[in-house]
Antibody
């Protein structure tokens, strides 16, 4: 079955960087677009970034554009989110999610990890 | 792009039906078929319940159905059960490789 395991969260000071990872198993990782979605404490869901199955197309929300970068390593079945210039408002649980259909980006988050908490605080 | 508008709460008794609305614009819900709904229980990851406005992933009970009229999408839960109590979020593609979510609706089974 599909398994997505996020790691790399923690407490970081404003302005610093953090890299999240998402280890995927149970499906052909290289055939699916992947996404990051976040949820601030007690708040709703916010799309963060998406990447095509082969990694050539990357899309980022305006709120993180220029600061965050999504990437993937298909040889390691791993998705990444490089987060730079972190702000307090980036504090959230970050989920990685698998696209529903292969070879497309339709923004249907069919499988989710358990999430990793990022806290930006001095 | 602004978030989609959902009512903060909804409720119904077991066995009843409840409908949750999600209002957007012609630039998101009204302009694309990429509308989906997610269920989230406390402390858990969200679960895809509806995609492409009306379609159900395998394993989702047919008590859950989606629809759209103009710029408003709706999720209907029929035959309410205790386990349906959760937060529900709509989402829609908003053009230019952007996705927008609704603010969420807390469904209470009375």
């Amino acid at each position: 079955q599909v398994q997505l395991v996020e790691s790399g969260g923690g407490v970081v000071q404003p302005g610093r960087s953090l890299r999240l990872s998402c280890a995927a198993s149970g499906f052909t990782f290289s055939s699916y677009g992947m996404h990051w979605v976040r949820q601030a404490p007690g708040k709703g869901l916010e799309w963060v970034a998406s990447i095509s199955y082969e990694g050539s197309n990357k899309y980022h929300a305006d709120s993180v554009k220029g600061r965050f970068t999504i990437s993937r390593d298909n040889s390691k079945n791993t998705l990444y989110l490089q987060m730079n210039s972190l702000k307090a408002e980036d504090t959230a649980v970050y989920y990685c999610a698998k696209e529903r259909g292969g070879y497309v980006i339709e923004y249907y988050f069919a499988s989710w990890g358990q999430g990793t908490l990022v806290t930006v605080s001095s | 792009q602004s978030a989609l508008t959902q009512p903060p709460s909804a409720s119904g008794s077991p066995g009843q039906s409840v409908t949750i609305s999600c209002t957007g614009t012609s630039s998101d819900i009204g302009g694309y078929n990429y509308v989906s709904w997610y269920q989230q229980h406390p402390g858990k990851a969200p679960k895809l319940m509806i995609y492409e406005v009306t379609k159900r992933p395998s394993g989702v009970p047919d008590r859950f159905s989606g629809s759209r009229s103009g710029n408003t999408a709706s999720l209907t839960v029929s035959g309410l059960q205790a386990e349906d109590e959760a937060d529900y979020y709509c989402s829609s593609y908003a053009g230019s490789n952007n996705l927008v979510f609704g603010g969420g609706t807390k469904l209470t089974v009375l």
